[in-house]
Structures are given as C-alpha cells and as structure tokens.
C-alpha cells in the first residue's frame, strides 16, 4: 500500500511520488499497542509507518494540479482484509502572512489554489479540507497566478481490517511551499 502524488503541469510529463505505507507494521501497531485511539477524531500518527525516504518533497509551482490517492497495491494485502481508504486531505497555511492576519478571510485560499470544487471546503477556522472523488481520489490545483505560501497539510486515510470490523484512521503530515516563481 502507498500514498501517490501525482502534479501535473500543463502538458508536461507529470511528476509521479510515491510513499509507501509499512502495512505490517501497522497491523502490529494496532494490535499490540495503544497508539491513540485510531478514530477519525483522533487518528494514529502514521509519520513512523510511511517511508518517505530522502524526503524532498518538491515546492509546488503555480498552475499545478495535484492528486492524491491511497493505492493498495499489494494483492497479500487484500487477502489479508487489509482494505486501505483515503479520507480526505486537510490543508492548513502555516505561512506568517496569513497568520499574522486578524480573522484571515476564506477568500485568501483562493489566492493560492482553485477553490471551485465540489469537494474542497474553507471551513471558519482557516482549514481547507479536500475529500476525494468517486474513485478515491483529492484534487486541487494551485492558481495561474499564486502567492509565495507554505502550507501544512494532513492526508487521512483508514484502513479496515478483519472484513472491515473496525476502521482505524491515520493521519500524515508533511509541509510544503507553494511557489509562485515557476521553476525552469
């Protein structure tokens, strides 16, 4: 099982990252130990289990679309009623700017990614969540013209086990730059 980035620019080739999930070690995790309750509302930090080796996640251009989804790849995994599930994705700006603001206005997203989609959500509290489409998968895509910001973003994903007796809910969290100088 992995978590797949995918940024797409234009017509260009698109960038294709790939992070995998250690799945047995979180079965084991789960069933050995206390880790937080593994609940949507309070899921288990997956930052231990997912191999983001040399991690050197790219800063994120203008005018890019990027997707994310939760592929289970590995056909043991199904047998084993391993049955992985993305959530959604939760995007936080983490930049001064922003937070320096007094009631930062929703609108403010807007200057950074294309927020016209039935499945992307400014919530009150300067959240922007994007749950995924019919097959499993959240997109967004940062505007033509984008502002310099570093956001914090959240992927929660679930993974059922035991014929989906019980979900339990992970959560990563790595940080990026959206850039607003396009890289040549």
Known sequence: MFIQFVLQQNSQDPLIVKFPINT????TAIKTSYLNLGT????IRADNFINLDNYEFPSIDKNTKI???????????RFNFIIGKLICSKIKNVGKEFNNLINPPKKYWSKIFNINSAHIYATPDN??????DNNGICTIATKKNAIDSYVSYSIIFSIALDNGKR???YILDPIIKVSATRKK
């Open 40 to 43: 949507s509302y309070d899921p």
């Open 67 to 77: 997707s994310i989804s939760l592929e289970n790849e590995n056909i043991e995994e």
């Open 127 to 132: 959240f922007l969540y994007v749950s995924p």
């Open 24 to 27: 047995n070690g979180l079965v």
């Open 167 to 169: 979900p339990y809910y």
